[in-house]
């Protein structure tokens, strides 16, 4: 392969695992970005994907390229796709993720004079919204809320490769969280996190049960895990959490929250929700999904706990994850 030997200024980084389809649409995308396309490169990391969806996709050029690897998990695969770059700037986005036309160019204006920033997230909506959409909605993917925690996600991150280097990459040892845990630790090393409102990447929501409890599940389990191994006690475990209805009221409150889906995020995001949909999102939103949060991070928080002492990175967030 004959790799233009320029070396470009920023390089996109995604991980998939047998998502041909996603991965597809990203690249249409990116095709059509406002930045020169000698500028940028794409570079796929591939966690041990079976469906053949990165096979023949890579350009002469190297403006597309792949990082094989074994199948671990998304962190380790987006630091094999970091190597493997060449961008004084990481754009980290996910598979699933559609970056509008200016995504690049606003997210590289956006990081003059700071050290990562998080850009902005819209909702593919489904046809039909339901009550599981308003509470995958609810407080999910709100960077300029995220960010005044210190705390971003690499579905839509801008990223000095210096500042990734120097804090040793993202933490692959630990399957979920590793994008809040190298935020955070980044912060906590004096790197500045600003809000990037217009780097826009649109994300779809999850409008059925079964998929959404699978990922709040994970990722509260991947926190847990992280303050397990920290030897920090993860939220989920103390026993004022295992109030749920009344500690739920009072962290939204804490946090400026409606009683309900958060209507400001809501519509922020185009959804003016029925009161026959709020209402049925109510039991979900302070019974399921507080008690599967604390069976999640107690599951996660007991395996951190047998983990003390090994590598990699270990502070933690206080804030608790709700949503993916």
Known sequence: MNVDERRPRVSVITPVRNGAKDIAELLACLEHQTLNRADFEIVIGDDGSTDGGTTGIETPDGHVRVAFGPPRNSYATRNMAVAASRGEVLAFCDADCRPEPDWLERGLAALEGTDLAAGRFRFTLPERITAWTLIDMDGSKDHEHSV???LAETANLFCL???????????GSIKEYGDYEFSERAVAAGARL???????????????????LRALWKYNRGYAVHAGRAGTVADGIKLREWVPVVQTYRSRRRFGRSIGPDRRWMRDNDV?????????SLPILYIVVPYLRCAAQLAGWLEGR????TSGPVRVADELVDTA
């Open 148 to 150: 005044r925690l210190g």
């Open 161 to 171: 490769r210096a500042t990734f280097d120097r804090l040793g990459g993202l933490d």
């Open 194 to 212: 600003t809000y990037a409102g217009d780097a826009v990447v649109w994300h779809p929501t999850r409008d059925e049960g079964k998929p959404l």
């Open 272 to 280: 003016h929700p029925s009161p026959v949909l709020t209402l049925q």
């Open 306 to 309: 047998r983990m003390r002492g």
